[in-house]
C-alpha cells in the first residue's frame, strides 16, 4: 500500500465516520472504480499533474489549481477528469483554457469535507 493510498483510506474512515454521525454526504474515493488495465496510467497522470501544479487558490467549496500547460497537455488533463470522475463522483471539475493565458486553471470543488481531502492529496507548497 503507497503512502496516497494509505492517506485515502485513513480519511475515508474518518469521512465516512463523520458522516454516519452528522447526516453529511459521505465522500469515499473507490480506485476500484478504475478499471485496473487504466490505473497504471491513472497513477502517471496524477503524478504528472501534481507536477504541474504551479499555484493552488482556495475556494469556499474547493481549490482552484493553476496548471503548466508545457508539464501536462489538455488532453492528458482531460483523461485524468475522466478517470478521477470514476472514483470520486462527490467531485465537481471545472476546466478553464484561454486563449490569452498559458497554463490551465482547473477548479475542484464540492460538498463540505472535499477541501480537506484535497488539502491531503494537494498539499501547498
Known amino acids: 500500500m503507497t503512502m496516497t493510498t494509505a492517506w485515502w483510506a485513513v480519511l475515508l474512515c474518518t469521512v465516512m465516520g463523520a458522516a454516519q454521525n452528522s447526516k453529511a454526504p459521505v465522500l469515499a474515493c473507490h480506485l476500484q472504480a478504475i478499471r485496473a488495465a487504466d490505473r497504471l496510467r491513472y497513477h502517471d497522470l496524477n503524478k504528472r499533474l501534481r507536477t504541474a501544479l504551479q499555484e493552488r487558490s482556495e475556494l469556499p467549496d474547493g481549490y482552484a489549481f493553476h496548471l503548466d500547460s508545457q508539464v501536462m497537455s489538455l488532453p492528458e488533463l482531460a ?18 483554457v484561454s486563449g490569452t493565458q498559458t497554463g490551465w486553471l482547473l477548479k475542484l470543488t464540492g460538498p463540505e469535507g472535499v477541501k480537506a481531502l484535497l488539502q491531503t492529496e494537494f498539499p501547498a507548497g
Do not use: H
Open 79 to 96: 483523461e485524468w477528469i475522466s478517470l478521477e470522475r470514476l472514483c470520486c463522483p462527490f467531485f465537481s471539475f471545472q476546466l478553464t
